[in-house]
């Protein structure tokens, strides 16, 4: 059976044209480095090999960005998926302080692309809310917020007296600058096209169904019989790693997302923040730049083909109150309702690195709420990682933390 990981009416791929198509591949060929998968992950790691001079080809079975990319919200932003209090029985502070930094500097490196390159993709950095609705949690906001500001990060404290939003919040912490908004397929193509002029090589339609290692080099064979040749392969697959290795990286739920038309009066406050509930599951929110909103959540266990169009009706049935509820004064028609797979680890990191076994075996996966910054740090460390370069946080990501 064919995995379905996307299912629904996926607005970035709904609003936006194909903005280029790519070939199939048509020969064999040689290279350094094979990246496998061409969603936002397969696109940074292109652009930090090209651009670090390594030559790599981008092999991608079916669409660029038509995978989790094109359902992922986009919200980015330094803090995880749980609090660092609920984090701290899998990992240290130490540990969830030099994440949020990471997440930092990731958010930092998509800017300096945008300032670089030009903001194709409605890139706008924005604060991040994390917030509770209920008085017993308050507590709970403030230890996150102290350990926040300890670690010298620009927070401020929300409660009832000082709240700017018009739902009820009892307690939040409000990141300032520590956030970003962008459009991925936008993202995605951009990235690509930038790394095709630095030597990258990408093709589309062109699965890869075997992968052979020998001492110096790997070969796989891809849809029509065509062989790539080169020194490592990174698996940038996304949720789908099952080519590679029989490791069962992160669990999966099924998610949910909503977005609007757009709606001319929603308050500028909302355009310059990004905005998540601390409910497990969370709800979480956004404003695009054309004025509509985007709102998530609502996870269920993990349903590997998701034809029940009940169940789903039901999550986005539930997703349009709480929207509505939120925003009572704004008039809210739902445009695009679309869900897909979602894969989270107990640290809430992804797995960027060499597979234990197999040196010639790397991945890159953007597990975790945070998958699009964790890709931007594996570009970042992987393309180091070529030239011997070990980076001092990339025991983080580990592939085998969580062996006995
Ligand atoms: C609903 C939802 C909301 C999210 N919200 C956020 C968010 O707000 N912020 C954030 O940072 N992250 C978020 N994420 C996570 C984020 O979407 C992912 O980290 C990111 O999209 C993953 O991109 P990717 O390129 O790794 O995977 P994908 O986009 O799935 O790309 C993998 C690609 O590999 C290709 N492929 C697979 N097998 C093969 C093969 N054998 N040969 C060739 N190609 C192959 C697939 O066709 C696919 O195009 C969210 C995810 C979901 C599902």
Redo the contacts with the bound molecule.
């Keep these: 059976m064919n995995t379905q ?2 299912q629904g009416d996926c607005i970035f791929t709904r609003i936006n044209k194909t903005i280029k198509q790519y070939e199939y591949l048509t020969e064999d060929i040689d290279t350094e480095v094979i990246i ?9 790691l292109g652009h930090y090999f090209s651009k670090n001079n390594i030559n790599c080809v981008i ?19 330094y803090e995880l998926d749980d609090n660092a209090m609920e984090l701290k029985s899998y990992t240290s502070i130490e540990n969830i302080i030099r994440s949020y930094n990471l997440g930092i500097k990731a958010l930092d490196e998509i800017e300096e692309f945008i300032n670089e390159h030009g903001n194709k993709c409605d890139f706008k950095r924005v604060d991040s809310f994390l917030y509770t609705d209920k008085k017993l949690e308050n507590k709970e906001m403030k230890e996150e917020y102290y350990i926040r500001k300890e670690a010298g990060l620009p927070v401020k404290f929300i409660d009832e007296d000082n709240n700017p939003f018009l739902f009820d919040v009892k307690g939040g912490v409000i990141g300032k600058n520590g956030g970003a908004v962008l459009d ?1 397929y936008k993202f ?1 193509q951009h990235l690509i096209e930038v790394s095709c002029e630095q030597g990258l090589r990408v093709y589309e339609n ?4 075997d992968v052979q290692y020998s001492e110096n080099d790997v070969t796989v064979e ?2 029509y019989g065509y062989k790539v040749k080169g020194k490592i392969i990174i698996a ?8 590679f290795t029989k490791r069962a990286f992160g669990t999966k739920t099924t ?3 909503l977005a609007t038309k757009p709606i001319d009066n929603i308050e500028n406050i909302y355009k310059n923040v ?1 905005i998540r509930d601390n409910k497990d599951p969370y709800t ?1 929110f ?1 404003t695009t730049k054309d004025n509509r909103l985007i709102i ?1 959540g609502e996870d269920i266990n993990f349903i590997p083909d998701i034809y029940n169009k009940e169940l789903c009706n039901k999550s986005y049935e539930t997703l349009e109150q709480r929207l509505k509820s939120l925003f009572p004064n704004l008039n809210i028609e739902i445009e695009y309702k ?6 989270s680890t107990q640290d809430n990191l ?1 797995f960027i690195g060499k597979d234990p076994t197999n040196s010639k075996l790397w991945y ?12 931007m740090l594996g570009g970042m460390m992987l393309s180091k990682l070529y030239y011997g370069e070990v980076d001092k946080d990339i025991n983080l990501f580990k592939v085998d933390r969580f062996d006995q």
């Design positions: 990981y996307v496998v998968g061409c969603g936002v992950t397969g696109a940074i092999l991608e079975k079916s669409r660029i960005g038509h995978g989790s990319t094109s359902i992922t919200t986009s919200l980015l932003q991925p995605t062109t699965e890869v169904l891809t849809v940038a697959t996304g949720y789908n790693t099952g080519i998610t949910f997302n990004i979480y956004r998530g679309y869900c897909g797979a979602f894969a992804g890159c996966l953007g597990y975790g709420a945070n998958g699009i910054l964790f890709a």
